[in-house]
């Protein structure tokens, strides 16, 4: 099966059927696990990007957050949020079809606080320099749910099975 064409697929019918032109398929022992179009438009969630809804399914399908072993196909180079997520999941290799600069000319997201030609600096910046008003309010107590788990993980920092980088 072709899964770049697949995810064109997904990504074509989700723009007839009135969404936005994003796609997701992720393949794991060269079978389709999990896909999905972004769902934004379908449903008023911000957060029902394509990869999202993909990665979500997958990982419940496998029980497990990581996706190693998995290719993810996705239309276009991933937003920020989605990066996140791609990266969170550790899957074996990212393949995106198209770039911002070749969609630009006929799909624009710029939004007050994102805008894709410039968002990947903002989200680079110290939080106090950012264009989206934050605020750090410390509270001891909530480094204390951090202890807690840590407690309860016998000393262990880290998340037990993930895959890590050395």
């Known amino acids: 099966m072709d899964f770049a064409q697949r995810t064109i697929d997904i990504a074509r ?10 796609a997701t398929v992720i393949v794991k022992d060269g079978e389709i696990l999990a896909e999905s179009p ?43 949020m989605c990066l996140g997520s791609l990266y969170y999941c550790s ?20 939004r007050k606080y994102f805008e894709l030609n410039s968002f990947y600096e903002e989200f680079a910046k110290p939080w106090q320099e950012r264009r989206l008003p934050m605020r750090h309010q410390e509270r001891e107590d909530a480094v204390d749910v951090y202890r807690l788990w840590q ?15 050395g």
Do not use: M, S
């Not at 019918?13 to 994003?22: E, T």
């Not at 196909?73 to 920020?80: I, K, Q």
């Not at 407690?151 to 980088?165: D, H, I, L, S």
């Open 38 to 80: 972004n769902r934004v438009a379908q449903t008023g969630d911000p957060t029902a990007h394509a990869e999202i809804l993909a990665v979500r399914d997958a990982c419940t399908k496998l029980g497990t957050e990581h996706l190693t072993g998995a290719t993810i196909y996705v239309l276009a180079h991933p937003c920020p």
């Open 13 to 22: 019918q989700n723009v007839l059927d009135g969404g936005r032109p994003f």
């Open 151 to 165: 407690q309860r993980n016998g000393g262990e920092r880290r998340v037990a099975g993930a895959p890590t980088a």
């Open 91 to 110: 899957p074996d290799e990212v393949v995106f079809l198209t770039t911002r600069d070749a969609y630009e000319p006929h799909y624009v997201d710029d």
